[in-house]
Structure formats: C-alpha cells, structure tokens
C-alpha cells in the first residue's frame, strides 16, 4: 500500500518573468493535516490548481495516493476531495440530493441512509438534510462538501481559504469536521491565512512567501504566538 497521500516534487511554475511558485516539496501522510500559509499572491491556490490538474506545472512533479497528477489528471482528481472558497451545489437539491448527485458523479451510488450518514459525519445538522441548499451557509455548504469526499472515499482533501467568511461557531465546526476526515485516514492540505486555526487542526505547517516554502514545522511545537512571531519574520526576512 502506498504510504503517501500526496507527494509534490520540486514543483515549479511561471506566468510570464513571474515565477508563481518554485520548486516546492510538500509530502503528506494519511490523515496528516497541512496547513500552506502565506499572504495573497504566495502561490497557495496556484499550488492546489496544480494538485487538481487545472494548471500543469514546468517542472517536477505530483502524485496523489500514488496517482501521477501529470499523466493522470482525472485519477489523481478522483482521490481528491477539493472544498474551495465557496463550495457550490445545485440551490434546488437537498443536501441529500446534492451528496448522493455528486457521489454518483465520482461513480460511487449511495443510498439515503448512507447519504444521512455521511451528512452526520460530517457535521450537518439532521434537520438541514432535506432542505434545499440554495439557503445554506457557507459553513453548511462546507460540511456538504466534506460528505461528498468521505463518500468518494477521497485520499486528500483541499481547502482553499476555508474559515474566511465563517463566524466563530462555524469555524469551530469546520476544525471538527476536519477532524472527522483526519481519523478517516484522508490528508487535508488547507491553503490559509487564519493563524489561529491552523494551530487548533493543523499537524504541520509550511509558510509560502513569492512561491518558496520558506518554513516548515510540526505545529505542537509552536504556541500561537510563536507562530505569528515566526510567520512575521518569515515574510520579512
Ligand atoms: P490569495 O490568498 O490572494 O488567493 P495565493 O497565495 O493563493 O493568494 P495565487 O493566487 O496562487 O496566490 O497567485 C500567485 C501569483 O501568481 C500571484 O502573483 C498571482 O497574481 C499570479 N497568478 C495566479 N494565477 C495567474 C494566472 N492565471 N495568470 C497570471 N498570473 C497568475
């Protein structure tokens, strides 16, 4: 079995004399959680486009559970769980609905106890789970998003941003739904500016500065202020 739920090789891509992310290294465990920092424009949703085989790095390479990202997009992206800024579902299907739509479009079918199932894994209150999605949160739309990895029985899952916009309650929640996917053995990478977060769910760290890993860490070892003091002075040395 392969230990290694995404392994990125001195990726490196350009847009014009702009060298939006160079020769980055990240390898992940299963259920390890990653946290990418770094302000706007470090490269962090460039890196999850390469991930998902919407931008093709050139140079290095992407594997994911395994999967070759460069040759096999599509096999890669099946392994994939991708959550970005806003998760978007069909406004007039149920959460069921939606769950067991796109379960089907990744070629696993459910059935509604499943569906319910996954949906409380996932956090989603009972109550939410026939009601149409096109009045949910951003939070609910997130737990909605995470069922629909555990369903695909995704590798790895991406966020992109994913407390921005979220009160604290839904935040909290998020970190426990990101949890849940952690102890199903799927590693989450999580591009973020949320310091504070990252300390509650992250295991590791990486600081992005101009398209460089500039820093990596265990997060135990760092208290929350260490960690802004460190992501300071990483970003001005
Ligand atoms: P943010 O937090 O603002 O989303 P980010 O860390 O995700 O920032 P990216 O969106 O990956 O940063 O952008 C990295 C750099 O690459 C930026 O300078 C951006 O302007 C540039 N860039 C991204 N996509 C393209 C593109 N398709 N064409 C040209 N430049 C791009």
Redesign the pocket.
């Known amino acids: 079995m392969n230990m290694t739920a995404l392994q990125l090789d001195s990726v490196s891509i350009s847009?014009?004399p702009?060298h939006?992310v160079a020769d980055l290294s990240i390898q992940l465990r299963p259920g390890e959680v990653y946290a990418l920092l770094?302000?706007?424009?470090?490269?962090?949703?460039?890196?999850l486009n390469m991930i998902l085989g919407f931008l093709r790095p050139e140079r290095g390479s992407i594997a994911v559970a395994g999967v070759d990202a460069l040759t096999d997009p599509l096999g890669a992206r099946a392994r994939i769980g991708y959550l970005p800024e806003t998760v978007m579902l069909h406004p007039t299907l149920s959460a069921i609905e939606n769950l067991t739509y796109f379960a089907l479009l990744a070629g696993r079918k459910i059935d509604v106890t499943t569906a319910r199932r996954l949906l409380d894994e996932a956090g989603l209150q009972s109550s939410a789970h026939e009601r149409h999605s096109g009045s949910f949160s951003k939070g609910m739309r997130q737990k909605v998003g995470v069922a629909i990895a555990l369903a695909k029985q995704a590798n790895l899952l991406l966020l992109d941003?994913p407390t921005s916009g979220l009160d604290a309650s839904a935040a909290n929640d998020l970190s426990n739904v990101i949890r849940t996917a952690s102890s199903r053995g799927i590693a989450v990478l999580m591009?973020t500016?949320d310091l504070f977060r990252v300390k509650d769910v992250a295991h590791r760290l990486g600081i992005?500065r101009s398209?460089q890993l500039v820093e990596e860490r265990d997060a135990a070892t760092l208290d929350p202020v260490a960690l802004e003091q460190l992501y300071l002075q990483r970003l001005a040395s």
């Open positions: 847009f014009g702009l939006a770094g302000p706007n424009g470090a490269g962090k949703t460039t890196t941003e591009a500016h992005l398209g």
